[in-house]
């Protein structure tokens, strides 16, 4: 048969029982679920779906889709048959619009189904548009995008942890590519996959995944890129799962201080900034890692401000602890530790008010010092000494003093 209105009057006079199927509106499909194994046996053995046009092979899909709504339990009745005979039909569709359909059809099937033991042979079928490298034409009149294609093929990835074995492989290949898409792609798959597949699925992958964030982001802040941004966004989501269990989070947060330590202990290689960066996506809103980044990161780069003799890194090491203070407003305040803030409050309040400082520190001083009377039980304990400075401050206002 060489179209779908010559399949659709052979299934009509094979199966009388079918007598509405209107294949250029899907919506009206009122035969009997009796049927519904028929009709799709029939597509499975009576067409050769990639041999059809492309307005076909739409309607073909949209004929599956609206099958797998309406019939879905007596299609899933037969689960190696229906499993099998769909990815026949999808198996090599190129067409932008039709993959559309088919990316949402097979998350509608991934996320109802269980795909054991057909997993692999599923996430083999989707899994060979990553990633999706895509560029409509200026006249493209369905408006499809390069977006719209990645996010429904990453939902089929996210919908099913069982893919953990075969996915994490993928994306790490990809990590490795040096087409920045292919590495943006990865990273945002990382991102939605991890919460939902949980600590046990990622563990054996978290060194490699590790690594291949610590090479993007550990990096001076001007070369910092879109990569880099994805790869912390990824690190937070992995961060999320980690934190199920005690152990393996701990594991894992002292595996990455001692990777990054050196971007703290030596200031000189410009990564105190990356640095912070990859700490705060780590800790995530937990107050014990919060509390144990703080205990051991706090004194060093206090330690290293007093010392440096380099303006700019100095303004990069106070601008670094006032993201730290910021952050801290994921967390639950009770859950602070404030004795690990007590030397950087009389740091900051004696700086903020001395005049040996230049402009430029003053001022990244005020900012650090704005974010640390905004914890609420600093600010109560240490209300005296805030005032002092406040008054201290407003003189050299009005003094005329630059801040």
Not at 89 to 98: A, K, Y
Request: hydrophobic share 40%; charged share 20%; with cysteine.
């Amino acid at each position: 048969m060489d179209n779908m209105s010559d399949w659709v009057q052979h299934m009509v006079e094979k199966s009388p029982q079918i007598n509405q199927m209107d294949v250029q509106n899907m919506g009206c499909l009122n035969f009997d679920k009796s049927m519904s194994q028929t009709v799709f046996s029939g597509l499975v053995k009576e067409t050769s779906v990639q041999q059809y046009p492309v307005s076909d092979r739409f309607l073909v899909f949209q004929l599956l889709t609206k099958m797998f709504q309406k019939y879905s339990e007596e299609l899933k009745a037969n689960r190696p048959e229906f499993l099998y005979g769909l990815l026949q039909l999808v198996e090599g569709e190129r067409d932008p619009r039709c993959l559309l359909v088919v990316f949402r059809l097979m998350h509608s099937v991934i996320e109802s189904l269980d795909l054991d033991p057909y997993t692999e042979d599923v996430f083999e079928v989707i899994s060979c548009y990553f990633p999706i490298l895509f560029t409509p034409t200026p006249d493209d009149e369905y408006g499809i995008t390069k977006e719209d294609l990645s996010g429904e093929l990453h939902r089929c990835f996210t919908a099913c942890p069982q893919f953990a074995p075969f996915l994490f492989p993928l994306v790490l290949e990809k990590l490795e590519s040096e087409l920045i898409t292919a590495k943006i792609d990865s990273y945002k798959v990382i991102e939605g996959v991890s919460r939902n597949y949980g600590y046990e699925r990622i563990n054996q992958f978290i060194p490699q995944l590790w690594t291949a964030i610590r090479v993007d982001v550990l990096k001076p802040k001007l070369l910092e890129t879109e990569i880099s941004e994805h790869a912390l966004k990824a690190l937070i989501s992995i961060s999320d799962a980690m934190i199920e269990n005690e152990l393996m989070f701990d594991s894992f947060t002292k595996q990455i201080w001692t990777d990054i330590s050196n971007a703290f202990n030596k200031p000189e290689l410009d990564l105190v900034d990356s640095g912070v960066s990859i700490m705060l996506a780590t800790i995530s809103s937990n107050a014990y890692a919060f509390n144990q980044m703080i205990t051991q990161l706090m004194p060093i780069l206090l330690k290293q401000f007093t010392f440096c003799q380099k303006e700019s890194t100095r303004v990069v090491i106070i601008e670094s602890i006032s993201r730290i203070l910021s952050h801290s407003r994921n967390i639950s305040q009770k859950q602070i530790n404030l004795i690990n803030f007590e030397s950087l409050f009389t740091l900051m309040t004696s700086l903020s008010v001395a005049d040996t400082e230049t402009d430029n520190i003053r001022e990244s001083v005020v900012s650090c010092l704005q974010q640390l009377i905004q914890l609420k039980e600093m600010n109560e304990n240490k209300w005296e000494i805030i005032t002092k400075v406040l008054h201290s401050l407003l003189d050299n206002c009005l003094n005329g003093q630059q801040l």
